[in-house]
């Protein structure tokens, strides 16, 4: 069904605000992104009432730190309910394996379905330049993505975040049952804000996307709930 492929990204600073869209979207779309912003403002409670809701949630804090500090951090968010959660690729090998066992564990002495882990690579705002020059990582930002995947998939991730462009690789690379979160999705027609390079979300599905992660098409939209519902259908008719 093309809704459970659909996350509406909540990028407001209140809880009342982030509430609200729920109430219009929670039945036309299979979760609700919550961001730095979101989380920053209204803390593990906006969490809590989106459960409370029904809703499921891709906590997208992209966390990055010290093996033990992340393990630890990720228990916490998994007794949250969360669907899914982010850690940077960039943390390394050690980082990604301790987040992944740490949810499976908590998971299970919870008693509860443990979230599925998936790693940012490249952030899309860094260019080959930054990358090689301030960085030191040489080669393509797509060599350094595809690098990051892999050790991903090798640390017992579930998947990644990428740009509609790296979809392809990444799906054949990972294979079938990798998750592939992809924002920069754009409906044809609708505005495409500060995104530069985007897709429509046929075209990335049809690529092979798991999840699709729309914001303001939905979010600033006059009905959201129909602007959901437009890219369900689009989604539904491939
Ligand atoms: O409003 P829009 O559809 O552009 O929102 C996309 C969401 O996906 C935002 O929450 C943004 O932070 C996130 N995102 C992105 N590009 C990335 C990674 C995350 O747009 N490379």
């Not at 098409?217 to 009905?223: Q, V």
Request: aromatic share 2%; net charge neutral.
């Amino acid at each position: 069904m093309g809704k459970r492929k659909l996350i509406a990204a909540l990028d407001v600073d209140s809880l009342d605000k982030a509430l609200s869209l729920v109430d219009q979207l929670a039945s036309h779309v299979g979760m609700f992104k919550v961001g730095m912003e979101l989380y920053n403002a209204a803390g593990p409670e906006v969490v809590r009432q989106i459960r409370r809701r029904g809703g499921r949630v891709f906590l997208d804090l992209k966390l990055h730190d010290i093996p033990t500090t992340v393990a630890r951090t990720t228990r916490v968010l998994t007794r949250l309910g969360v669907s899914i959660l982010n850690i940077h690729a960039g943390g390394g090998l050690a980082m990604m394996q301790a987040a992944a066992s740490a949810v499976q564990d908590e998971a299970a002495v919870q008693g509860i379905e443990p979230p599925q882990v998936i790693a940012v690579t490249v952030l899309t705002s860094m260019d080959e330049i930054t990358l090689n020059t301030q960085l030191n990582i040489p080669g393509t930002v797509e060599e350094q993505v595809l690098r990051w995947t892999k050790l991903a998939q090798q640390a017992g991730l579930h998947g990644v975040v990428c740009s509609p462009l790296e979809i392809k690789t990444i799906r054949e690379t990972c294979g079938p049952n990798f998750t592939i979160v992809t924002p920069g999705i754009r409906p044809a027609g609708s505005e495409k804000n500060d995104q530069r390079r985007v897709m429509t979300p046929a075209e990335a599905v049809k690529l092979g996307a798991t999840y699709l992660v729309v914001g303001r098409p939905i979010t600033a939209a006059e009905n959201p709930a129909e602007a959901a519902r437009a890219i369900v259908k689009e989604i539904e008719s491939i």
